[in-house]
């Protein structure tokens, strides 16, 4: 049973920095793509950052590039991502997800493990 277990959330004023985390358990990962997608309320989950098994291919959406920096510790079977430069729109539940395409896709569907999800919620 893999488990994806999503932390580093919390609130914080526009501008400030949070570093999520998520963390596998059951079964090496190493092989899959990770993804984080957030959701906002009210919202469809959207794609924010895409990383492939060896780091070689790194996919960001378009309103965080230059805030947000995905990496992954294959050694401690853990993704990150590293958020600056916060704002309010990027207030969501952020959730980590793999998939076993080599590919980094975009929408939700090809992932088949995810998180229970971390609130990120940035103040004006």
């Known amino acids: 049973q893999v488990q994806l277990v999503e932390s580093g959330g919390g609130l914080v004023q526009a501008g400030g920095s949070l570093r999520l985390a998520c963390s596998t358990s059951g079964r090496t990962l190493t092989s899959y793509t990770m993804a984080w997608f957030r959701q906002a309320p009210g919202k469809e989950r959207e794609f924010v950052a895409g990383?492939?098994?060896?780091?070689?291919?790194?996919n960001y959406t378009e309103s965080v590039k230059g805030r947000f920096t995905i990496s992954r510790d294959l050694t401690k079977n853990t993704m990150y991502l590293q958020m600056i430069g916060l704002k309010p729109e990027d207030t969501a539940v952020y959730y980590c997800a793999a998939s076993l395409f080599r590919i980094i896709r975009t929408g939700p569907a090809p992932y088949v493990h995810w998180g229970q999800g971390t609130q990120v919620t940035v103040s004006s």
């Open positions: 990383i492939n098994w060896n780091a070689e291919d790194i």
